[in-house]
């Protein structure tokens, strides 16, 4: 069984989070660290939005501040999501790593297989829902909308028909990075509040459709008698998954000095800076 390396690297800020997901992806392009899988946290929590959103058009910088949220840009596409009860991962390996799909959604299908298996080993039944059809994507998209899971891909993972995981994913230097939230809860009042609407109405509408279609643990825990799941206990069941879904062993492993150095480097310089946040 292939062993992959897995580091756990806590709460860190926007600019660190993503600057580390970086760095691993470049480590990892280099031959220096093995296929690794992250779980992190965010403190503050944080806004983020995908690498081609504009910024300044879509996001409410003053709600934002009062809010005390933080903000950052991802290297990866899709929409605003906001980081803040939730167990994120990411996911980095080489593209010619063997049975690794060529094209990007069988690429998102193969590695987002582990997450299925997390959620049902929470007593969740999860699935992966293919969308051939635009139809089949408006179930779950809300047009109009800047929020993340507004934003559906050819599949989809859901848990009793609402969507319940976001991620995204980018290729660069013969490695693909997949990174996304997991939610144990869902604000969704405070996301739309930190987005901009041409008017109040269409805010409401929006939400209203988003928060049929979108759903975290919590929700679904509370609506079939299951207790809460805390933070811990998704962690090992993700852990668990992703590794029995892409069938290889997670060993403990830690950031090496050189990534460190990187992503200390890549928050100053890229993601912590407003010619990366707000270039669009």
């Given amino acids: 069984m292939p062993a992959w390396r897995f580091v756990h690297t806590g709460f860190g800020s926007p600019a660190y989070n993503m600057a580390v997901d970086e760095a691993i992806l ?3 392009s280099e031959g220096l660290v093995p296929p690794t899988v992250r779980f992190y946290g965010w403190d503050p929590p944080t806004l983020s939005i995908g690498y ?4 300044e058009q879509e996001v409410d910088f003053e709600a934002v501040e009062r809010s005390g949220v933080g903000f950052v840009r991802r290297a990866t596409g899709g929409r605003a999501v906001l980081h803040d009860k939730e167990l994120t991962y990411s996911i980095i390996v080489s593209e010619n790593y063997p049975g690794m799909p ?3 959604n069988e690429a998102y299908r193969v590695l987002s297989e582990g997450l299925v298996l997390g959620f049902r080993k929470l007593g969740l039944r999860a699935e992966m829902v293919s969308l051939a059809s635009e139809e089949e994507k408006l179930k779950y998209s809300t047009a109009g909308s800047a929020a993340c899971f507004d934003s559906p891909s050819w599949y989809e993972l859901v848990v009793e028909g609402r969507k ?5 994913q980018t290729r660069q230097k013969g490695v693909v990075l997949q990174h996304g ?3 144990l809860e869902l604000d969704v009042e405070q996301l739309f509040s930190l987005l901009q609407f041409s008017s109040d109405k269409l805010r409401r509408r929006l939400m209203d ?5 979108a759903v975290a643990i919590g929700d679904v825990c509370r609506a ?4 809460p799941v805390t933070l811990a206990q998704a962690e090992a069941a993700f852990r668990a998954g992703i590794a029995e879904g892409l069938g290889i062993a997670l060993a403990d492993g830690a950031l090496t000095p050189y990534e460190r150095e990187l992503a200390e480097r890549l928050a100053r310089e890229r993601y912590g800076h407003d010619d990366w946040n707000l270039k669009r």
């Fill in 26 to 28: 470049t480590a990892h």
């Fill in 52 to 55: 081609f959103q504009k910024a």
């Fill in 102 to 104: 060529t094209t990007v």
């Fill in 164 to 168: 319940v995981a976001g991620s995204a």
């Fill in 181 to 183: 939230s997991i939610l």
């Fill in 209 to 213: 459709s988003f928060a049929s279609k």
């Fill in 224 to 227: 079939i008698g299951l207790p």
